[in-house]
């Protein structure tokens, strides 16, 4: 499987878009971000991440959303396999159920399960706990959330978008839960590409209730890659002038697309 899935990343290296009569699963036709661990990446079906055993969750996960996966057929409650479970292809283990386990803190997606409805596989392995971090449940419901529809919302109107998301992992976070000792981050982060546009947006929200516009958090990739120490997008065309500049006008912050 894993394979397959290698061999299908260096077709896509070939391919230009998610208009193909053969949906493309792989994450990255941009490249990856940095590794601080080469060993520590895992590419699965339709994400890839960077593992961080000291902290026990991914450093950052990246896939790609496009328009024509936004109404999949899958869900949770309906497909095989979709529950809360270790991640098989962390050499070092990933954190587990019982980490969370009367915590009170939630099990809170990075790659949301509902951008992963348009296949099986995909959602299932959305599931996996590399792909969750701890979050307060008013944050996981409230702004974070905001922040995932409105991305499924450009991806409608933007047709492609690369994603990268995960936790601001510091020293101590804010401590840990469970017996193999999870950060809790103190904020999260999300970058976004939108080829269409030409234009990307960085996101950085403290891991607390609030409410705040999402228009409030946004940035700069360049910014977004001073505060987190990842290096986005890199190799791009026209880096250098994609990630010093956001131009919050050429977004759409609405419910509906402009016409």
């Known amino acids: 499987m894993k394979l397959l899935v290698l061999l299908s990343t260096i077709v896509s290296l070939l391919s230009t878009g998610c208009d193909h009569e053969e949906i493309d699963t792989t994450p990255h036709k941009v490249p990856l971000p940095a590794a601080i661990n080469s060993e520590a990446v895992v590419h699965h079906y339709a994400y ?29 409650n309906e497909t095989p396999g979709c529950d809360f479970h270790e991640d098989p292809y962390i050499k070092t283990g990933s954190s587990d159920k019982s ?7 939630s099990r809170g997606h990075l790659a949301p399960a509902a951008d992963m409805k348009w296949d099986s596989v995909a959602l299932v392995e959305s599931f996996f706990f590399s792909n969750m971090s701890p979050m307060e449940a008013s944050f996981n419901s409230g702004v974070w959330n905001r922040l995932e529809t409105q991305v499924r919302r450009w991806a409608e109107w933007y047709d492609t978008l690369y994603i990268v998301t995960g936790p601001l992992l510091t020293d101590g976070g804010q401590g840990s839960i469970g017996e193999n000792r999870v950060t809790i981050p103190t904020a999260f982060y999300k970058a976004i590409y939108a080829p269409s546009l030409h234009q990307a947006v ?12 999402l228009n409030s958090f946004a940035m700069s990739i360049d910014q977004l890659e001073q505060l987190t120490q990842i290096d986005f997008f890199s190799g791009i065309q026209d880096e250098s002038l994609l990630e010093s500049t956001f131009n919050s006008d050429r977004w759409n912050w609405g419910k509906k697309q402009k016409k």
Not at 99 to 105: A, I, Q, R, T
Not at 202 to 213: A, C, R, T, V
């Open 202 to 213: 960085g996101f950085l929200i403290p891991h607390l209730q609030n409410k705040e516009s």
């Open 99 to 105: 980490d969370y386990y009367k915590s009170g803190y």
């Open 48 to 76: 890839s991440l960077e593992y961080s055993e000291t902290h026990e969750q991914s450093r950052w996960v990246m896939y790609m959303l496009c328009a024509n996966r936004l109404d999949g057929p899958y869900n949770r």
